[in-house]
């Protein structure tokens, strides 16, 4: 049984946060300060939402190249000399509820976080 999934249409512009690329693009404008809301919502929504099929290609393949993986949903990963595999991956639940919380305009700390990130903040 194969499960789709659609994103929904307040999320236009995901693509460009996706990949390699996306996630440089990030980078860039967390160090830049310029980390936007929407910046944040997309990935809430890509960890909510978001495949785990190459955290699972890693657990389950042998010699599988890390470099070409999305791993971001991987919180944690051990393996035991007994062969035993034990995989955390991201609590969605709690990402699907800040995702609500950004999207009801409901005060999630984002924008204290935001203005430090961007140098705004007061200084304790």
């Given at each position: 049984?194969q499960?789709?999934?659609?994103?929904?249409?307040?999320?236009?512009?995901?693509?460009?946060?996706?990949?390699?690329?996306?996630?440089?693009?990030?980078?860039?404008?967390?160090?830049?300060?310029?980390?936007?809301?929407?910046?944040?919502?997309?990935?809430?929504?890509?960890?909510?939402?978001?495949?785990?099929?190459?955290?699972?290609k890693?657990?389950?393949?042998?010699?599988?190249?890390?470099?070409?993986?999305?791993?971001s949903?991987?919180?944690?990963?051990?393996?035991?000399?007994?062969?035993?595999?034990?995989?955390?991956?991201?609590?969605?639940?709690?990402?699907?509820?800040?995702?609500?919380?950004?999207?009801?305009?409901?005060?999630?700390?984002?924008?204290?976080?935001?203005?430090?990130?961007?140098?705004?903040?007061?200084?304790?």
């Open positions: 049984m499960l789709s999934f659609s994103f929904p249409p307040w999320m236009k512009g995901r693509s460009a946060m996706e990949g390699k690329k996306g996630s440089k693009t990030l980078q860039k404008r967390i160090r830049a300060g310029t980390l936007t809301r929407e910046d944040v919502a997309r990935r809430l929504a890509e960890l909510a939402f978001g495949r785990a099929n190459d955290c699972v890693l657990v389950l393949e042998e010699g599988v190249q890390i470099d070409g993986l999305d791993l949903l991987l919180r944690e990963l051990k393996r035991n000399d007994k062969g035993t595999v034990e995989v955390q991956l991201v609590d969605r639940l709690k990402a699907l509820e800040q995702l609500a919380l950004l999207a009801q305009g409901q005060g999630t700390d984002l924008e204290s976080f935001l203005q430090a990130l961007q140098g705004g903040g007061e200084e304790p």
